[in-house]
């Protein structure tokens, strides 16, 4: 399977941003599809996954803030981001996951001026 994650940019503090990720093929026979991102100098984080069965988890930086999403129909994985906050600059990753695949998107740049 490819992702392709769009939606990134430039964004005031206190604005938002919707992420997509784009599968090649039907997302429903993956077990968890996430998001997560990666600042300078710092190590890949988990943002917010969700299972096939509709359970989701959020890093605590984020609770309230952004929500995900899955459309089967589009075979899209979305990342609704209201309220950033500089600290959420980064680059932004889409994975999915079952026990015989562990893919990843090419990523899309996320910038919240202060």
């Known amino acids: 399977v490819q992702l392709q994650a769009s939606g990134g940019g430039l964004v005031q503090a206190g604005g938002s941003l919707r992420l997509s990720c784009a599968a090649s093929?039907?997302?429903?026979?993956?077990?968890?599809m996430g998001w997560y991102r990666q600042a300078p100098g710092k190590q890949r984080e988990l943002v917010a996954t969700i299972t096939k069965g509709g359970s989701t988890t959020y890093a605590d930086s984020v609770k309230g803030r952004f929500t995900i999403s899955t459309n089967y129909a589009n075979n899209m994985i979305n990342l609704q981001m209201n309220s950033l906050k500089s600290e959420d600059t980064a680059v932004y990753y889409c994975?999915?996951?079952?026990?015989?695949?562990?893919?990843w998107g090419q990523g899309t740049q996320v910038t919240v001026s202060s």
């Open positions: 994975n999915v996951k079952s026990s015989w695949i562990d893919a």
């Open positions: 093929g039907s997302i429903f026979s993956f077990s968890v």
